[in-house]
């Protein structure tokens, strides 16, 4: 795909959200999924933004009859550090501790599993099939 053909799948996008300001950037979204608790009666919607400049946002809200949680973090892959931020903090640690931390939750024991951005992407894929 071209340069102008993905400028053109871009848009400006607003996240408001509970524990910040609002997120504000130009991207598109990526992936996107939901699912309701019965035993909670809870919906939960989660969407996966490529910003322009190829930051991740992830965009959690939660809802309950009247009540919903937004929650809004952007994540910035700067060399060996990764920037997380909410719109009210940041926080910064080193690329490899990420990786530790997602081979944790996807279940890979493995040091040498870490996954590719290209794995990734083909589980969130599978997930939202």
């Known amino acids: 795909m071209n340069a102008e053909a993905t400028e053109r799948m871009l848009e400006d996008v607003?996240?408001?959200?509970?524990?910040g300001a609002d997120i504000v950037f130009r991207g598109r979204l990526f992936a996107e999924s939901s699912w309701f608790d019965e035993e909670s009666a809870t919906l939960t919607r989660q969407k996966l933004y490529v910003a322009e400049n190829n930051d991740q946002v992830y965009y959690i809200v939660r809802g309950s009859g009247q009540k919903r949680e937004r929650r809004a973090y952007r994540v910035?892959?700067?060399?060996?550090q990764c920037v997380i931020r909410n719109g009210a903090m940041e926080m910064t640690l080193q690329f490899d501790m990420l990786m530790l931390a997602v081979r944790g939750l996807c279940g890979l024991k493995d040091a040498d599993a870490t996954p590719s951005l290209d794995m990734v992407e083909e589980m969130l894929k599978a997930a939202n099939s």
Do not use: A, F, Q, Y
């Open 14 to 19: 607003c996240l408001k959200h509970d524990n």
């Open 76 to 80: 910035s892959v700067r060399g060996d």
